[in-house]
């Protein structure tokens, strides 16, 4: 699957000589590492646009790198992902990595599959967004490439791990709804049976941060969780449920906007209004929810910040596969819209 | 990047023994060929799974294959492509082929960059989806690579194509608009300058079925196009130059169902109502448009159909890459909802 033949491929060696710099500095701007001033990089820059010069082809003679990250995304349809992508590639824009996307990997399977794939693919390294496989599993993964894993809640020497913090997300939402005079706030979240993954997957930390605030603020009468997934289907499922319960929640916090996407239609299905009827407050602060016709209750985790701070992790992990593993934890913050207001009565 | 040395690998000379069949059977049934029956793949699928083959990793072993199909995808925030790429994934389900997608290859360059990422990884085939590229540029990775072409009006004997007729999708809903008795109906079209690319993109397609339409009808005096980008951004703006002429027109007809989202929050903005003020209409029917809160009319341009369509035609062109090109051409329907009315006054 080798490109047709062509004259001789422009090597790094030809851009050092054209732009009248070292390798090792023509290197270094191509790994955007530091230590290459504006003025150097202009010049290679220079150099390899003048020759032709295709990094991407000639790296497998580079050090065998293939400048390529691949990036698992277990939904493509959850409009978050789109977010932590921005900051990846954001983050990459200037450097000569492409980022190849492993999509739909929502199992454990799928995601052997996928990360097999892309090692196989000599990918130079990995961000894992969200993955459901065993810990074991992702130190595996990470003693073959360079990893960082976005969404888990643990620590791992192996690996890097960039997180928003789940729990105090899920205080934001239950301290809003209790404000406005809330009572009955019922959680849609995304089922989990499995003991690591309970303690390690952001779902999981914010049905715990639910439960959480739900006590501390006297309302653990009110606690009230529907298990589906996040989905908008699993949305959908979980409001027929609680609209059916007699008295009804006040309140419904999902898990992820898109989760609230489908709370939100089988609301409307009902005949009921929001927020009239019943408030309605979603995660991820995603460009739906900020949709005039939407107007969503969220909680803002930063997905591009996440994306930036993998990419960022990532790209040092990469130059130094040795380092020491380091754990980023975001602060998120509430941004209350239409579909949160006092409950009637 | 090579895996840790491992214990021998598990080779499909070593799944043929097990299953007490040919090697070529083995292959058959992994690159899920004809005539392969349903037992032969029982009994290989058993054997793989028993001795824990790897397809994926031993396919450089095996006629130079990586089962590795590339998804070229202008944006990933689009909802339509999701559609498409559940198609591809649908058709490939039972074979062993895994999708990485090249996200946010919105121009000629980024294009470039992330197919010659795709070939120099080796993945087996490519599937473009609404490349801005010129044809030579298409043409030229088809050469390199099996390739299929989604949403380019394009004929080349060198790749398959597959697109949905967006000339009569257009049509459709400019008749459904002038049904309900509007005559001021604009358009919002993504803009295109480069000549190829107004003849083969389904975006200009759909703005020449437009004016088309609006002639055939006698409405020529109400044609009128803003041109900005497919994208909610996109559709803001548009709509805020629209809602500012005077006439305002009495229906917006949305090139995308992305480009509706940022009209009826510029709408929406303005204090004026769906459909009191002003019908809706967009384009590719996504969850998006069927969702209660938005109920937004809009053309299903059957997108899993078509991405299933490109993968087949894609494992046909890996096995065969001297075959006959193919152009499939889909034919629209509307789905008309609550965003379209008829005109107040």
Redesign the interface.
């Known amino acids: 699957?080798e490109?047709?033949a062509s004259p001789r491929r422009v090597t790094i060696v030809d851009v050092a000589r054209h732009a009248q710099v070292s390798t090792t500095a023509v290197s270094k701007v191509l790994r955007n590492a530091y230590g290459a001033s504006p003025e150097m990089r202009a010049k290679v820059r220079r150099a390899i646009e003048e020759l032709g010069y295709?990094p991407?082809?000639a790296?497998?003679g580079l050090r065998?790198r293939?400048?390529?990250i691949?990036v698992m995304l277990p939904d493509?349809?959850n409009?978050f992902?789109?977010e932590i992508?921005d900051g990846v590639?954001g983050c990459l824009a200037d450097t000569d990595y492409?980022?190849?996307?492993?999509?739909?990997c929502n199992g454990e399977k799928e995601e052997a599959?996928?990360t097999?794939?892309?090692?196989?693919?000599?990918?130079?390294g990995l961000v894992l967004v969200a993955p459901v496989s065993p810990r074991a599993r992702l130190e595996h993964v990470a003693?073959?490439?360079p990893t960082v894993v976005i969404g888990r809640h643990s620590h791992s020497p192996k690996y890097d791990s960039v997180a928003d913090d789940d729990v105090a997300g899920a205080a934001l939402v239950v301290g809003h709804l209790a404000a406005l005079g809330h009572r009955r706030i019922a959680h849609i979240e995304h089922h989990e049976t499995d003991p690591t993954r309970i303690a390690e997957m952001p779902n999981a930390q914010r049905a715990d941060g639910y439960r959480q605030a739900m006590r501390d603020l006297g309302l653990h009468e009110g606690i009230d969780v529907v298990s589906t997934s996040y989905t908008?289907q699993g949305g959908y499922e979980g409001a027929k449920e609680l609209l059916a319960r007699r008295p009804r929640p006040t309140a419904i916090f999902a898990g992820a906007d898109i989760v609230a996407?489908g709370v939100?239609?089988a609301v409307?299905?009902a005949g009921l209004s929001v927020p009239g009827d019943l408030s309605v407050a979603g995660y991820d602060n995603t460009?739906?929810a900020a949709?005039?016709?939407?107007s969503l209750t969220s909680v803002d985790q930063a997905g591009r910040e996440i994306g930036r701070n993998a990419a960022r992790l990532l790209l040092e992990r990469i130059e130094d596969r040795g380092k020491t593993s380091v754990q980023v934890k975001l602060s998120p913050t509430l941004v209350a819209r239409r579909t949160t207001a006092r409950p009637a009565g």
Chains 1, 2 share one sequence.
């Open positions: 699957m490109p047709p295709r991407l082809a790296a497998r065998g293939t400048y390529t691949g493509i349809r409009p992902f789109p992508l590639t492409q980022v190849l996307l492993g999509p739909g599959r996928v097999e794939a892309m090692i196989d693919r000599g990918m130079d003693s073959v490439v908008q996407m939100l239609e409307s299905e460009t739906f949709l005039g016709q939407i």
